[in-house]
């Protein structure tokens, strides 16, 4: 999959591309919907934001992202997108009108064939653009345009709201019912305090800055080892939080690969959430942490064995 973060000035063999177009945050079963329609019309690619609007509108709002740039990208990849437009967002787009974007960005820019949306989607200023202006606005500028119905399960829509007070709630399951795939959180592996390793765990910590947090917790997971010699699919189980133990932390991911030896710092991981196993807790001291980590790790071992 190519990346192009600008619009302007693409090769030819760029352009023309059949294009979904939001903000795709999850990459859930509506977003997929969207994307397969699109797919429908000619080569297929994504346009997206980075950052979110949100965060250009409320840079001070708490982190609601299910995904990082990074992880969207990966996800995307494995639909099929052939080419990810992810446009800067800045006050220059956020300016454009709606028949700016249309004719500046979809037409002039990006050439595109086809634009498929969900029915709520808002574009331009304001978002003062609806489904039905993009359709006229297609039929002015050349290009055709598909309206994706909203996608339904058990009689709710999916959202990605819902799927955040799944996350919150500590209900990683029913996340991936709505998600269509597990819940990942992905990113570089950073030097943390080390403590693990002093306590016979050594884990592969994350941040989890800017996103979503899911509730915190300890959890079984699914681990890919993305780059590196020791790239593959592992089991595990990781804790999501502050750390009570050794007193006011920021939170991050901490994750205990099953199995695994080796120098991960640096290297980029995607750590899924299986199940929720148990809150936060503040033991009376360390032999009683290491007991209760041994069962977790036996539980997260028995739970993923049986996924």
Excluded at 203 to 214: D, E, F, I, K, Q
Aim: overall charge neutral; glycine content about 12%.
């Amino acid at each position: 999959m190519k990346i192009f973060q600008h619009w302007q000035g693409l090769a030819p063999e760029d352009r023309g591309a059949s294009v979904a177009m939001g903000n795709f945050d999850g990459v859930h079963l509506g977003h997929r919907s969207v994307i397969e329609a699109a797919s429908q019309h000619g080569p297929l690619g994504v346009l997206t934001f980075e950052p979110h609007p949100r965060e250009f509108f409320a840079p001070d709002a708490p982190p609601f992202r299910l995904m990082n740039a990074e992880a969207r990208a990966n996800r995307l990849s494995k639909l099929g997108v052939t080419r990810l437009y992810e446009l800067p967002f800045a006050a220059d787009m956020a300016s454009l009108t709606p028949e700016g974007f249309a004719a500046q960005v979809l037409a002039a820019g990006l050439g595109a064939r086809h634009v498929t949306v969900g029915t709520d989607f808002c574009f331009g200023k304001g978002r003062k653009g609806t489904v039905d202006d993009l359709q006229a606005l297609g039929n002015a500028y050349g290009f055709g345009v598909t309206i994706a119905p909203l996608l339904r399960a058990g009689g709710k829509e999916i959202s990605s709201t819902a799927i955040r007070n799944a996350l919150s709630e500590g209900r990683p399951q029913d996340a991936a019912a709505m998600l269509g795939h597990l819940h990942r959180i992905e990113g570089a592996v950073l030097h943390g305090e080390k403590r693990g390793r002093e306590l016979g765990f050594p884990t592969a910590n994350m941040s989890v800055g800017g996103l979503h947090l899911p509730r915190l917790g300890v959890y079984a997971v699914k681990v890919d080892v993305l780059t590196g010699p020791q790239a593959g699919s592992y089991g595990g189980a990781a804790s999501l939080g502050v750390r009570p133990m050794f007193g006011e932390n920021t939170p991050n991911l901490e994750t205990y690969i099953f199995d695994f030896k080796g120098d991960l710092y640096g290297h980029h991981l995607s750590v899924a959430l299986v199940e929720y196993l148990r809150p936060e807790m503040k033991f009376d001291g360390l032999p009683a942490l290491i007991a209760q980590m041994d069962a977790d790790c036996a539980r997260a071992r028995t739970l993923l064995a049986a996924a």
